[in-house]
């Protein structure tokens, strides 16, 4: 299967998971048309995501996870009732790039907890990818703030590593822009970004850049409050005077993030810092506005090369409903030269407040 089927399936399970049962079939049949290996693909999607609870802590990602549960390691995971450390696991209920998540019972506290389980073979063939694993765990463990989700235990159980984490039920934004789905409000919107800016403000004071900002990684409860998720990718960032942490480095030349939503330095291989996290949030913030990314392409080329070159338009006229209050915010965030952008996450605070009050 060529890269770009592969990711053509993964977009195309993406929008079909969201419809109900019933009216997949249809929809399936009205975008595959002919092509039997696209549509052979996606059911495999589907298939394999049946097996995982919707709402879940995490939403996987759908080109590299949802495949992934059709390969062997799923039949390596822990069964239900498995013990890690003071956690008995439940059902699965999500995965992300790192591992698969379980909703887990915390046997000395007698709370909810999530638990995020790397598989062995993962680990045996990629010592990286267990390096990167105890990263995040470091790495949010080191956050306190209501807006990013609590680590609670990180250690090694039964030959697998495992981190125990704050059970958070809600949807994430990818899910609430799917199909079917209203586009939120000029006021919510500030709201979800002011919340994810707070999360940032505190991890980038510890010196800590997420890299992999969102919608999947950003989850709104029902009461409305915004939770930050995954901090796989987080890098301790290199301060004066003060030495990075190894431990925290992702490996020299390697691109850290999600496509759609890298900035304008990752992709350039430049110094990565809090202007970079805030660049990743305007991607989303635009998206949340009109409903479409502002950078798109054919190929992981197509899209480096109009995130560095390519220039959005103003999302009220993408969608005039909107009004015109968050276009220059957004197109700020959206700067290709980092010293035009907002330069802190309490900038940003402070304009989407003042925006919210005029």
């Given at each position: 299967?060529?890269?770009?089927?592969?990711?053509?399936?993964?977009?195309?399970?993406?929008?079909?998971?969201?419809?109900?049962?019933?009216?997949?079939?249809?929809?399936?049949?009205?975008?595959?048309?002919?092509?039997?290996?696209?549509?052979?693909?996606?059911?495999?999607?589907?298939?394999?995501?049946?097996?995982?609870?919707?709402?879940?802590?995490?939403?996987?990602?759908?080109?590299?996870?949802?495949?992934?549960?059709?390969?062997?390691?799923?039949?390596?995971?822990?069964?239900?009732?498995?013990?890690?450390?003071?956690?008995?696991?439940?059902?699965?209920?999500?995965?992300?790039?790192?591992?698969?998540?379980?909703?887990?019972?915390?046997?000395?506290?007698?709370?909810?907890?999530?638990?995020?389980?790397?598989?062995?073979?993962?680990?045996?063939?990629?010592?990286?990818?267990?390096?990167?694993?105890?990263?995040?765990?470091?790495?949010?463990?080191?956050?306190?703030?209501?807006?990013?989700?609590?680590?609670?235990?990180?250690?090694?159980?039964?030959?697998?590593?495992?981190?125990?984490?704050?059970?958070?039920?809600?949807?994430?934004?990818?899910?609430?822009?799917?199909?079917?789905?209203?586009?939120?409000?000029?006021?919510?919107?500030?709201?979800?970004?002011?919340?994810?800016?707070?999360?940032?403000?505190?991890?980038?004071?510890?010196?800590?850049?997420?890299?992999?900002?969102?919608?999947?990684?950003?989850?709104?409860?029902?009461?409305?409050?915004?939770?930050?998720?995954?901090?796989?990718?987080?890098?301790?960032r290199e301060t004066d005077g003060a030495a990075t942490g190894?431990?925290?480095?992702?490996?020299?030349?390697?691109?850290?993030?999600?496509?759609?939503?890298?900035?304008?330095?990752?992709?350039?291989?430049?110094?990565?810092?809090?202007?970079?996290?805030?660049?990743?949030?305007?991607?989303?913030?635009?998206?949340?506005?009109?409903?479409?990314?502002?950078?798109?392409?054919?190929?992981?080329?197509?899209?480096?090369?109009?995130?560095?070159?390519?220039?959005?338009?103003?999302?009220?006229?993408?969608?005039?409903?909107?009004?015109?209050?968050?276009?220059?915010?957004?197109?700020?965030?959206?700067?290709?030269?980092?010293?035009?952008?907002?330069?802190?996450?309490?900038?940003?605070?402070?304009?989407?407040?003042?925006?919210?009050?005029?």
């Open positions: 299967m060529t890269p770009e089927l592969y990711r053509h399936a993964s977009d195309l399970f993406n929008k079909l998971r969201e419809l109900p049962e019933a009216e997949r079939s249809v929809a399936l049949d009205t975008a595959c048309g002919a092509n039997g290996e696209l549509r052979a693909q996606v059911l495999r999607m589907l298939d394999a995501d049946r097996e995982v609870t919707s709402g879940s802590f995490l939403q996987h990602r759908a080109m590299e996870d949802a495949a992934r549960l059709v390969t062997p390691d799923s039949l390596e995971l822990p069964p239900t009732g498995a013990v890690f450390g003071n956690y008995v696991l439940g059902k699965r209920i999500g995965e992300g790039g790192m591992g698969v998540v379980f909703e887990a019972r915390d046997t000395h506290l007698d709370r909810r907890v999530a638990v995020k389980i790397l598989p062995p073979s993962f680990a045996a063939d990629d010592s990286q990818r267990v390096q990167r694993f105890q990263r995040e765990a470091r790495a949010a463990s080191m956050l306190n703030h209501p807006n990013i989700v609590s680590v609670f235990d990180a250690d090694f159980g039964q030959g697998r590593c495992y981190i125990a984490m704050e059970f958070v039920e809600g949807k994430t934004l990818r899910q609430l822009m799917a199909p079917g789905h209203r586009l939120p409000d000029a006021n919510t919107i500030l709201e979800w970004i002011t919340q994810a800016a707070a999360a940032l403000t505190v991890a980038h004071q510890a010196n800590i850049i997420h890299r992999d900002i969102k919608p999947e990684n950003l989850m709104v409860r029902e009461d409305g409050f915004v939770k930050v998720l995954d901090f796989g990718l987080a890098k301790l190894p431990e925290l480095n992702t490996h020299p030349g390697g691109l850290a993030g999600t496509v759609h939503y890298v900035s304008p330095e990752q992709i350039l291989g430049q110094a990565v810092g809090p202007r970079s996290d805030l660049f990743s949030l305007g991607v989303v913030a635009y998206e949340l506005a009109t409903g479409t990314r502002p950078f798109e392409g054919p190929t992981d080329g197509a899209v480096f090369n109009s995130i560095l070159h390519h220039h959005p338009p103003p999302p009220s006229t993408v969608r005039p409903a909107l009004g015109t209050e968050l276009d220059a915010l957004i197109l700020r965030l959206l700067e290709k030269d980092p010293e035009l952008r907002f330069q802190t996450a309490v900038d940003l605070r402070s304009s989407c407040r003042r925006v919210s009050r005029d």
